[in-house]
């Protein structure tokens, strides 16, 4: 069997997505349609629809559509590539080999080797009579000889280049080991081991690659816990320690343990419960809870009791909320209509630690007591709840309001309507304002979310138009790496009406993170393939204008990102004319007014923009529609 040249229409013609849809759902035949229950939101009316002849679905109800594609990668939490190697196995369609590794590929395998041979180094200086002292460390936590196989630990000597040494007598450049972050060069002259007396922990990313190390001092030495620095391969804001381990358990489990150290994962691991990842110290990042949202909607995080109200940890949970808000809601309005709002796509909870106890500590005493400490996890409005109103000095009207706005649209996200129901009495209780004035005032919050309108008729399969703009715009950030930066500090992840150009601008961002310019050549090796393809498609189409001076460049990302912001005000305006109608059915005249007021604010500004729109723009002359 030959490999398809277009794996993805020989799939969708091979597969039905009838059948696909019917192993997770179960449907009926409804004329030339087919419905059932949606799996993306509890519901007990179907609204979720099956369209045969389209080869795709929506549901009426959150709003959710697709194909097979993404009916798969949302439930069974699988990226792109996943799903097209399983549904490929389903429909007997043998994949294309990827490409003859270009150079970039080349640098990342030589890197990647030079890593394995540290590992093997540490794990064998380990054994050596001066590692005692990393013996009885790891002994005195609790760490088995198998363990220790298993997650590969090891010794780096306390001598300031004996791994360097090491790897160039095995033929290693110089400028490679450090590129690896293993060593550091001197401002004198010659190199020195980064990672020197710690014991060694590999770490490894959800692909099972390895991509660097963290170690751990044994003396006084700070830090105390010592990473690998930001390399090609390791970034530690994108990656989870433990999470190679981990991976299998938690798609199984669909539940995640989200820990801060090392020896709390191996513990864990080690006493059966391999559901837990570190966050490698930090608090959750948006990238690391990507990664967990691929593979599970429920995050329990185990947090030491005295960080409760550590500013780190409230950062990590606006993180991940912010990363899960992707469920719509439909909420029925007058005149027939219906408004789409985001609510929080997962069940994310806390579980507090006794006072002064490690997860490792409770571990080793009991596994039970762990799983019941995790079990008994509270839902993270409660931990919002006794945060936020902790602090508050509830007597201040000034400081009692404060706190109201940041806790109603946590509760907005929770989905039951009859808990949100008894979070906004106990939210009245604690505050002594009326339930009733708290819950006109999460309506009012609500107008200005960024959630699409749709009419309650006929249903219509949505169609997705190409999008000029957002190629132009993608253009505009590769095309010219030494202005990237500027510009893609201006751009939000929502500005973008495709999946792929926010695919693209993603890797964009965290390459300028890493080293301050986008590299089109890693980029475009580093995305899946149907997203790589269509970058290389936008980028010889954009290659082939003519290019722009310095000056042209400033002035064309203005005018983009002006008319990237233009499309969303007119998005806003929608959900303002909804909302409009809603309350002239009303008796509310002061939130009426208001919401007058808004609106013909964002109308003016809209319209001002439009008269500089109608000025020549470059990119519409630059594009074919």
């Not at 691991?269 to 837990?276: A, L, N």
Request: glycine share 6%.
């Amino acid at each position: 069997m030959r490999p398809s040249a277009d794996p993805i229409s020989e799939i969708k013609t091979r597969l039905d997505v009838v059948d696909v849809v019917g192993q997770k759902v179960t449907l009926k035949k409804a004329g030339q349609t087919f419905k059932g229950l949606c799996p993306f939101h509890g519901e007990k009316t179907p609204s979720f629809v099956v369209f045969p002849d389209k080869g795709n679905y929506h549901c009426f109800g959150c709003g959710a559509n697709g194909d097979i594609f993404t009916f798969v990668m949302k439930t069974e939490n699988l990226d792109f590539a996943e799903a097209l190697r399983v549904l490929a196995a389903r429909a007997g369609v043998e994949l294309k080999p990827r490409l003859t590794e270009d150079a970039s590929q080349r640098r990342r395998a030589q890197l990647s080797e030079l890593l394995e041979q540290a590992t093997l180094f540490y794990q064998q200086a380990l054994r050596r009579p001066d590692a005692q002292p990393a013996r009885d460390y790891l002994a005195g936590r609790g760490i088995s000889a198998s363990t220790i196989d298993v997650f590969r630990l090891g010794w780096a000597p306390d001598n300031w280049d004996a791994l360097y040494r090491y790897l160039v007598e095995r033929g290693a450049k110089p400028e490679l080991i450090v590129a690896a972050g293993l060593a550091v060069e001197r401002e004198t002259g010659g190199f020195y081991d980064r990672m020197r007396g710690r014991v060694v922990f590999p770490i490894r990313n959800e692909r099972d690659e390895l991509v660097g190390f963290g170690g751990r001092t044994l003396g006084d030495g700070q830090p105390k816990y010592l990473n690998s620095p930001q390399t090609e391969l390791f970034d530690k804001s994108a990656t989870l320690y433990g999470i190679d381990q981990a991976k299998t358990t938690i798609r199984a489990t669909n539940r995640v343990t989200v820990v801060e150290g090392y020896v709390d994962v191996l513990i864990a691991h080690q006493s059966g419960i391999r559901d837990v990842v570190a966050s490698l110290g930090t608090a959750l990042t948006e990238r690391q809870v990507s990664i967990l949202k691929r593979l599970t909607r429920a995050v329990v995080l185990a947090l030491d009791a005295d960080s409760a109200g550590d500013e780190a940890v409230l950062r990590g949970l606006e993180v991940a909320r912010q990363v899960y808000a992707d469920v719509k809601v439909a909420v029925p309005l007058p005149q027939g209509l219906v408004r789409l709002e985001s609510r929080l796509g997962a069940d994310i909870l806390i579980a507090a630690l006794p006072r002064g106890r490690d997860p490792d500590e409770i571990i080793r005493e009991s596994a039970e007591r762990w799983r019941t400490i995790v079990d008994d996890a509270r839902p993270v409005v409660d931990f919002y709840y006794d945060v936020i109103l902790g602090r508050a000095d509830l007597t201040s009207a000034k400081e009692t309001s404060a706190a109201v706005r940041k806790l109603l649209p946590i509760i907005g996200e929770v989905r039951d309507p009859v808990q949100q129901s008894l979070y906004l009495q106990r939210l009245a209780d604690r505050v002594r304002i009326a339930e009733q004035l708290l819950a006109s005032e999460l309506a009012r919050m609500r107008l200005t979310a960024k959630a699409p309108t749709a009419e309650a008729t006929e249903p219509t399969t949505p169609t997705r138009r190409r999008s000029t703009l957002d190629e132009y715009a993608i253009g505009l950030l590769l095309l010219y790496p030494s202005q990237a930066a500027a510009f893609a500090s201006e751009l939000r992840e929502d500005d973008w009406e495709l999946v792929e150009s926010q695919q693209v601008f993603l890797g964009v961002r965290q390459q300028i993170s890493a080293q301050g310019f986008p590299d089109r050549a890693v980029l475009v090796g580093a995305l899946a393939e149907p997203i790589s393809a269509w970058l290389r498609a936008v980028l010889q189409q954009e290659e082939a204008r003519p290019p722009l001076d310095e000056r042209g460049v400033l002035v064309e990302q203005e005018r983009c990102l002006r008319d990237l912001r233009r499309r969303l005000r007119r998005n806003r305006l929608q959900i303002y004319t909804v909302h409009l109608r809603d309350l002239e059915a009303g008796d509310d005249a002061d939130a009426l007014a208001e919401l007058r007021r808004q609106a013909e604010r964002e109308l003016s500004q809209l319209e001002g923009e439009e008269r500089l729109s109608r000025s020549a723009r470059p990119w519409t002359k630059r594009t074919t529609e």
